[in-house]
């Protein structure tokens, strides 16, 4: 009977747990994607096919980062990267934490710095045969050239600031419309209804955009906004419908890019 007990009670903690925290679904995307080392072009993939073994280890793993799950990288190489400069609005500045590179964002430059060798991994942080770094740009599906890799956060949306408190300086702006909508909310799920119904001064009660379970608030790190809170690196639910060199054309975020769906479940525009 104990037995029972406990397998009902860890089945229904799955439940809550799987309903709190709804959101792209898990496996929805490393395999084949950018984020897989073995099958993008110019790095030296895992002998073994391994695909999670370039960020993440089930031991040795590294002890010195902010978030430790179990990394198997080495560090970014760019350390002191200026952040954004920005004004919301006028004469009420937003702070930007000393280190913009708060929380998950760090983990991220770990390849996307354009210094650290991408395929650099290991409790040594080298990979014999490896050592490519992410300097190339790329044509997207729209036909721009971007880079693959950021050493400038002053050209880039800027990360390491606390939300909420972004959001409430921007919204006593102007006519007292909002600006952003509070971290309570969730991002855009699917596709945008028509811009005569999301023209609003908010979502509350407009049934005709739904949200994710996962709220805005889950992704942030401590309140600060991170690269992990547009992106979730694991999942390509959102991926786009164009393919770029074999590989689907995505970001991996959070809500879609048509429509600006990914910006709109932030921004009240």
């Not at 439940?15 to 925290?21: G, K, P, Y």
């Not at 190339?136 to 408190?165: C, M």
Request: net charge neutral.
């Amino acid at each position: 009977m104990k037995k029972v007990s406990v397998a009902l009670a860890v089945a229904g903690l799955a439940v809550t747990a799987s309903v709190a925290f709804a959101g792209p679904q898990a496996g929805t995307g490393i395999n084949g994607s950018w984020h897989d080392l073995n099958s993008a072009a110019g790095y030296t993939g895992d002998s073994l096919g391994r695909t999670c073994v370039f960020c993440h280890t089930p031991h040795n793993a590294r002890t010195t980062d902010a978030l430790v799950p179990l990394w198997n990288h080495a560090d970014n190489v760019l350390k002191n990267l200026a952040p954004y400069s920005w004004v919301a609005p006028t004469n009420k500045t937003i702070a930007i934490n000393s280190d913009p590179l708060i929380g998950p964002s760090r983990l991220c430059m770990a390849c996307h710095d354009g210094s650290t060798a991408v395929d650099s991994h290991g409790s040594a942080g080298s990979f014999p045969g490896g050592n490519t770094v992410m300097t190339a740009s790329y044509t997207d599906a729209l036909g721009a050239t971007a880079k693959r890799y950021i050493n400038d956060l002053t050209v880039t949306h800027p990360i390491g600031f606390q939300y909420d408190e972004a959001a409430a300086k921007r919204n006593v702006i102007g006519n007292g419309q909002a600006e952003i909508v509070t971290s309570d909310h969730g991002y855009i799920l699917g596709d945008l209804p028509s811009a005569a119904v999301w023209n609003t001064q908010n979502r509350t009660g407009v049934s005709a955009v739904a949200e994710t379970g996962k709220k805005i608030k889950d992704t942030l790190y401590g309140g600060f906004m991170t690269c992990a809170t547009c992106h979730d690196v694991h999942n390509s639910v959102n991926q786009g419908p164009s393919a770029n060199s074999g590989h689907s054309y995505n970001y991996f975020l959070y809500a879609k890019e048509e429509g600006s769906a990914i910006c709109l479940s932030c921004h009240i525009k």
